[in-house]
């Protein structure tokens, strides 16, 4: 349930935000607040607690005073007051001054709302009575710098949530408990996929061994099915200079997305934030006839953009990633088909990853604010028909977007679902008329002349980050036997009589390019086969007297209690027909 959509109990959270400001100030009565909206799933408040900082126990305390307010069932009044009122009243408060201060005076109507012994500057509007508000809980914290700005202050971020009824309340908390369970980054610290270190810096994650095997297998995945449609790949540098982005027009219209720019020697740099001016540098390296075309150049490129430190999460938000990125340079008549394959790949990649639940949208230009697209409009008008036409030919539903284009053309975007969370854009494909034309592309048509082409960018996964994330939340972080990084665990029932066929079995696994390990600790058998469920590995075997007597294996499988028994060579030809048909 989306409670910022919904407007009773969108009411009904920023009232509850107060609640918490008011028992938070009764508890630290030095606290400053920032500000306290509403979102999807609840509100938050920013707080400057000076020297005290939040644990988990403090937001039981916080929850019992709240209770308590809401007991003592004081009227929430809401007063107008005038900018002059209002900055004497704050006077004390440089995070209210601030607030005043960016106020239109004469279009801003200043109110402020009290409860009790605790007064806020808001707009509103909020519930009645603090007695209407019964089912709450607090959530999480976190820090959040003051403006989602790294250069201020770091405040301290209460998040909260509040319904109606008491069966509401736990049905979300239900859902906030599993997506807890699937938090990406916490399956991927506990399965060794990735990590952070602040020396390396915010949104900059490290693969570790078994996310790096997850993210090869991924890249052969996809490279494979490029190759496959006749896709070429290359290597193109990190960096490009401030004169290829200002070619490009990014440096005028993505400029703050970019990390700063770098001198070196008599050059300027900048870290690129995406691929397509280094693909179009590519294309015009040679000349090309129309039949070259449809050219397709593709890359697991990685790029760097800037995103506010409170604003990355994990492998979901990053400030370095890689792209599964590609450009098709194609002349007017092969738009369509171009267009139809690259969505019949993404198809065919969902099919393959059981991704059901996505939408198709249509990102367009916002004819009413042009400043930050491309100012031609028939190239607008027709590249948007263009999609139109070949979306409707698909018979694909879609919804319209207006204001999410691209700079320099619409896109079409798959929103997915994920199981916990809001929607997320994997894949993307956008129409693009200008790049072509500011890095002067050409090819010669048939009769003999100079034609400009048209570009379509694609990428498929989106970047290997947020799908690795995506996959890792889907699964729980059982992934399917051709994607673990682990996909048999040899457990020998005594490391003392049956290591030595253990270490055989392993061998022959190897050999057949199984990704195995060999249990060999001197452990019980019990604690090591709850170790091998623990960390989610597909297949666990288990080898004793038995096994070793008869030349066969007995496996359990992951989440199943019961074990099957099969001859070594049967049960590689099991487990290498799941890994070639990718089995989930």
Wanted: hydrophobic share 35%.
């Amino acid at each position: 349930m989306n409670i910022k959509e919904n407007e009773n109990l969108s009411i009904l959270n920023h009232s509850c935000a107060h609640l918490l400001a008011q028992a938070v100030k009764h508890l630290y009565p030095h606290a400053k607040f920032w500000v306290g909206p509403v979102i999807e799933d609840g509100f938050y408040y920013d707080i400057d607690l000076g020297d005290d900082v939040i644990k988990e126990e403090d937001l039981e305390r916080i929850e019992k005073e709240m209770k308590k307010i809401s007991k003592d069932g004081k009227r929430i009044v809401r007063e107008e007051i005038s900018k002059e009122d209002a900055l004497e009243r704050f006077k004390d408060d440089q995070y209210k001054i601030d607030l005043i201060s960016r106020m239109d005076e004469e279009d801003t109507v200043i109110s402020c709302y009290t409860q009790g012994d605790f007064t806020d500057l808001c707009r509103g509007p909020h519930v009645e009575s603090v007695k209407l508000l019964k089912y709450f809980k607090l959530t999480k914290f976190s820090g959040a710098y003051w403006k989602g700005d790294a250069k201020n202050k770091m405040l301290q971020r209460i998040y909260g949530v509040c319904y109606e009824n008491e069966e509401d309340l736990n049905a979300h908390l239900v859902v906030l408990e599993e997506a807890k369970q699937r938090d990406h980054r916490k399956i991927g610290k506990e399965q060794d996929i990735f990590m952070t270190h602040e020396l390396v810096g915010a949104g900059m994650p490290l693969w570790l061994p078994n996310g790096a095997l997850i993210r090869k297998q991924l890249e052969n995945y996809i490279y494979e099915k490029e190759r496959n449609m006749g896709y070429d790949h290359v290597y193109t540098p990190c960096v490009g200079t401030v004169d290829l982005y200002k070619t490009s027009g990014h440096w005028d219209h993505y400029k703050e997305n970019m990390f700063p720019m770098m001198k070196v020697d008599e050059e300027e740099f900048v870290l690129r934030p995406m691929n397509c001016p280094h693909h179009m540098l590519v294309f015009k390296n040679k000349l090309h006839s129309y039949r070259d075309l449809p050219i397709r150049i593709g890359e697991f490129a990685t790029d760097f953009r800037y995103e506010a430190s409170g604003a990355v999460k994990g492998l979901e938000r990053v400030r370095c990633m890689c792209q599964n990125d590609a450009h098709l340079f194609v002349t007017p008549e092969q738009i369509k088909d171009e267009f139809k394959k690259v969505v019949s790949l993404i198809l065919d990649t969902y099919n393959d990853f059981g991704i059901k639940n996505y939408k198709f949208r249509l990102s367009l230009r916002d004819p009413e604010d042009k400043e930050k697209y491309f100012d031609d409009d028939d190239m607008w008008n027709n590249a948007e028909a263009k999609l139109r036409e070949v979306l409707n030919e698909l018979n694909i539903e879609y919804f319209e977007a207006v204001g999410e284009a691209a700079f320099y053309g619409p896109k079409l975007d798959v929103e997915v679902k994920p199981a916990v969370g809001p929607e997320v854009t994997l894949s993307t494909c956008q129409l693009d008329f200008l790049l072509p034309r500011r890095f002067e592309l050409s090819y010669i048509d048939n009769k003999g002349e100079k034609q400009v082409p048209v570009v379509l960018h694609r990428a498929i996964f989106g970047t290997f980050d947020r799908f690795t994330a995506f996959l890792i939340e889907e699964t729980k972080g059982a992934f399917p036997v051709w994607l673990s990084p682990v996909q048999v665990n040899i457990i020998p029932v005594n490391s003392e009589y049956h290591l030595e066929y253990a270490s055989k079995i392993k061998k022959l696994l190897l050999q057949n390019g199984i990704r195995v390990e060999l249990d060999d600790r001197n452990e019980k058998l019990g604690y090591k086969m709850r170790e091998s469920q623990t960390r989610k590995i597909p297949y666990s075997l288990i080898l004793g007297e038995q096994e070793k007597e008869n030349n066969t294996i007995s496996y359990r499988e992951y989440g199943k209690t019961d074990t099957t028994t099969l001859s070594v060579d049967d049960f590689v030809k099991f487990l290498n027909e799941k890994i070639q048909n990718k089995e989930r």
